[in-house]
């Protein structure tokens, strides 16, 4: 076991602890090797195995679970999203996870602005219900998609705009939360005069301790506490000391990190929501100027600055989604921009400020026209579509940068400093100098406003010599900070990262304070202890992610890594690109990752498997860790939606890693009946057809449905896709005009064996367009030609690659001269664009995948360039259409929606959903079937079942069909299939069609 990474706790065999939470806790109680490791890291670089977790399904629960964990003498430590920068939620002992169950808005006072949360509530979560009384809690963190009240509470969170809204504890009106002993206490405001107190006795001593510490001790925290705003380093002493209003006891557990107290109830101070706003885009030729700009900036009372750098504008250029944006409000070649915005109640008054804003940076002897360190200005943002991509860019620019597939990875420690905005310029000119000198450079982000820069150097914690440049230049960073009366702490907390360093940044008597509030609280060191006080080295690493003994050997992978480093042909290095930032935890927008969505479990979603993969195969979960029970229950509900190959800051695709999980089981178990009938679909197919009659038994006898459930493990209340014996079988090689524009038509499997219409449309919509249609038989002559997306998702890696290589030596002559080749199914097609080239990297492969357009994407480009000629008329008034997952995750859904627009009076809305839950096999597996049925409750099935019965409900993917058909009786269409229908009614009622390129570039 790795130094660090466990407590001695054996992973066989039940504990008395773990009995006895497992009897008195209904939530989740978790002790096996698998789930502790999916709870020993959070954003951090470290990594402490716990001895256990538990979820608990209440706040009862929770403080029954506290009371169990003490009585047996360990250590617990609360956690919500677990995305904390600096190790706060990483520690031996047991670990309650706040987030799953304990997610309420308890109380909304919408006249005072108030309301009552459970610390597990996300706060994306939490403003989406104040959102319809116009209200939001505004500490608006980039986390904000999962990061959880609690949590945020636990670090003293602070949003981009704590300029206008201050921080976490400038929004905390009161706290419930239990002691480590059990002790239960409302804290909120307290009088110096207790007479009037509503609290127990040791409540009321508590109180008066702390008070009593405060009135000793004021003297010293004015001295030693930064005056900067972004201060949320230790303990907050300074809500302590006598002021005239009354202390707010809550204001010192906020930020205490699980340290104190058991946060039970949070009172939030709410907003109104923000309805008017502008950026001014400030230009600078220089980077010093703009730091050094910021301190007058803010005299104009903005609610945020936010710098954005060389780098960064670089990065968006390069990428297509951003430079449209980047174009239309980037100046000519700034060294940095900053990015003011003002939110005041009416837009007069935001452009008036714009107008100010202008005025000012020409007094500071900014000009578009001066030579290069004072050549700026303002570009003004007013448009709220282009403010949203502006700010999209800002987050996916510093995605862009974190997602280096090299070793080396910016990494968080001195990411958060803050200074006083006069230091800025000559703060941030030193830091560049102490990288350099460290043979490192950062990017720098963020809160100008603040004085609060996002800087993380590029460092490799694999490497001793990197780990030692960490430490020096932590150390010079942070005694620079000291000199500027700065913080070394100014948003994402303390944890192992910054604890050691609070007594050369406060002295030792504030040390003595802060250990005295945590044994006043805490003296048996229950609660999260080593965090805040008596904290560890920073760059001990046995506590590290990557410790010296780190090391994998022997992995042997299917599919091409080499994109990233590492062992396994680059799987490491892939894997490791998991940096713990919990985006896919996400519950709205985008499609990741919708098995989470359905459980809310850590081993459901993309991090946990991440985390899990990593821990496998580098040893640290036994031998054959990665073929094992606990590794497939891991991956089991993982519907290969490729949406965090898209979505994923880091382009974790796990999709593709499930495939080596599952070859890896299947090289070491043999294949289950199941994966065989799944993934031999395509070789079977023509005889069950033939055989239809008697192939669809099954679906009509419940005696064989409940054997195939029995042995094969399909689910009997799933109907199996009917059989038919029409199948698609194509009469000619090549259809259309001999001098029209020549394109290939994969038929998929699934659309030649169970619903050729699709085909057929396709082919008639192509041919009337006046394309030359090739369907070319396999070269071999043999059977028809497949993607090998079946044998794919059952690990059968070998046959895919040979149906991959019959169809390469098919295609290749098309795609070499350059004929599009066009797919239907969406899993299919994008197989070749995807898989093929982890599977074959030679020419021909590149070329067929560079070729391969779904038909929608093909039609689409041919209208764009004005080479469509369809006659198309009017079908309906409405159509509802749904994403298959991976058409998101290769950005061509986008395609649907115009290539229906095309049609005439045709109102084309999308339905915001995730996966439709049948993925593939998935929907069908007994094991499984609860879950895909979940997952399509969440959004599809319901917004089709509202759907007016007239309009269209249009799904490219086969089993989004199925799954719809299923649970809503409503029959959805390909959209080949509409646009044959809009031929017709082009035909029998004939009139110009308005389709046009217009429509898609509008
Ligand atoms: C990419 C990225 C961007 C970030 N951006 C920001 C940002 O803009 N602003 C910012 O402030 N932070 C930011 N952070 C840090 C982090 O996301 C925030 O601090 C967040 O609020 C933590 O919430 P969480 O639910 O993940 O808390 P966790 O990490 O789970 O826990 C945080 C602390 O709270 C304690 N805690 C949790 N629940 C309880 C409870 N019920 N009782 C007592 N203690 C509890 C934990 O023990 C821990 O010490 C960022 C992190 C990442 C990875
Ligand atoms: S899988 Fe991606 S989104 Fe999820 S935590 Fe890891 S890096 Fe973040
Ligand atoms: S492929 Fe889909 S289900 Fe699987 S981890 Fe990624 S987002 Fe989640």
Redesign the pocket.
Known sequence: MLAGHGDGMSDKGTSPLESRLKREITGDVLFDPFSRGRYAT??SFYQIMPAGVVVPRSIDEALRALAIIRDDGRIV?????????CG??VNDGIVVD??KHLNRLISLDVENRTCVVE??IVLDDLNRQLKRHGLWFPVD???AS???I??????N????RSLRYGTMRDNTLSMD?ALADGTLLHFGEVPRDFSQLNANDSGLALFRDMLALGSREAEEIADKFPKVQRRVGGYNLDALVPRNAANNLAHLLVG????L????KVELKLWPVIRNKVLGICHFGSFYEAMDAAQHLVKLRPIAVELVDRTMIALGRDIAMFAPVIDATVRGDPDALLIVEFAEEDQPDNLQKLRQLSELMSDLGFGWNHPQRKCGGVVDVVEPATQTAISDFRTSGLNVMMSMKQEGKPVSFVEDCAVPLPHLADYTQRLNTIFARHGTRGTMYAHASEGCLHVRPVLNLKLEKDVKAMRAIAEETFAMVREYKGSHSG???D?IVRSEFHETMFGPRIIADFREVKQRFDPGRVL?PG?IVDAPKMDDRSLFRYPPDYRITGLKTALDWSAYPGAGGGFQGAVEMC????ACRKLEGGVMCPSYRATRNEKDVTRGRANTLRLAISGQLGPDALASDAMMDTMKLCVSCKACRHEC?TGVDMAKMKIEVLAARNAKHGLSLRDALVGFLPRYAPLFARLAPIANWRNKSPLLRALLERVAGISARRALPAWRRDIFKSESEVFGPADGSEVVLFADTFNRAYERENLDAALRVLVEGGYRVHLPRAADNGRPLCCGRTFLSAGMVDHARIELDRLVETYAPFASRGVPIIGLEPSCLLTLRDELVSLRSDASAKAISAQALLFEEFLVREAASGRLRLPLGRVANKALVHGHCHQKSFGAFTSVEQVLRLIPDLDVETIESSCCGMAGAFGYGADTYQTSIEMAELSLLPAVRRADAAALVVADGTSCRHQIKDGTSHSALHVARVLAMSLDSARSNPHPSPHAKETIHG
């Open positions: 959070d954003a430590t609360p956690r919500g999203g677990g995305t904390s920068q706060q939620t706040f987030s610390p597990g963190v980039s986390t999962r990061a959880t609690g949590g945020m509470a636990g670090n969170s602070c949003g981009g939360a205490s990190e699980g340290t107290a058991f946060t039970t948003e994402h907390g944890g999260n965090k940096n713990n930032n919990g800051p």
